[in-house]
């Protein structure tokens, strides 16, 4: 049996992206998960898109040096992945706003916190920590910024993966012998 789990977010170039390939990394040798991301947002994505982004560099940048490469560099949207997943995490508590007849998902749609158990909420976003602050992509504190948001992130993706070992191990004991 394979679980397959979706990490939306927005525009799917950073919280989503780095959330997944957390949990690809702590689920390498288990083949019973799988993990997609995506983004909701589709006027942010085809905005994107039109301007030629990807997955933030910076991101790309941190996951690699802690050894966790982004395979997906381009932008999804969720049409682009089908609705038939039996978990749905979102990154930020806006990405439900968008949830709409196009994106009637058939598993159990989560905030990605509280399926950690840390408590509903967003997964924090550097970049819009930076702007706030008025730091540039030229200042350390930029980089710095996002090696937190990485620790941020992979906290979470431990928990989450703990979290779903044990439900599927518990799904497959109670299960016909």
């Not at 939306?8 to 390498?28: D, E, F, T, V």
């Not at 408590?119 to 730091?135: Q, Y």
């Not at 030229?138 to 910024?145: F, G, L, V």
Request: proline residues 2%; glycine residues 6%; negative net charge.
């Amino acid at each position: 049996m394979t679980y397959r789990t979706l990490v939306i977010c927005r525009a799917n170039h950073a919280r989503s992206k780095g959330l997944c390939a957390l949990l690809r990394h702590y689920a390498r040798d288990d083949h019973e998960l799988e993990f997609y991301s995506a983004g909701i947002d589709r006027e942010i994505i085809d905005k994107k898109r039109r301007e030629g982004d990807t997955t933030r560099p910076i991101v790309i940048e941190v996951w690699n040096e802690f050894g966790i490469p982004i395979e997906e560099k381009s932008i999804l949207h969720v049409s682009e992945v089908g609705t038939d997943f039996d978990l749905v995490l979102t990154v930020s508590e806006n990405v439900e706003q968008f949830l709409d007849s196009e994106t009637q998902f058939k598993g159990n749609v989560r905030n990605a916190m509280e399926y950690a158990g840390l408590g509903r909420g967003d997964i924090w976003d550097a970049d819009e920590t930076n702007k706030k602050d008025g730091i540039t992509k030229t200042d350390p504190k930029y980089k710095e910024a996002h090696i937190a948001m990485f620790h941020t992130i992979d906290d979470v993706a431990q928990r989450i993966y703990t979290r779903l070992s044990r439900e599927i191990l518990k799904q497959s004991q109670s299960g016909p012998h």
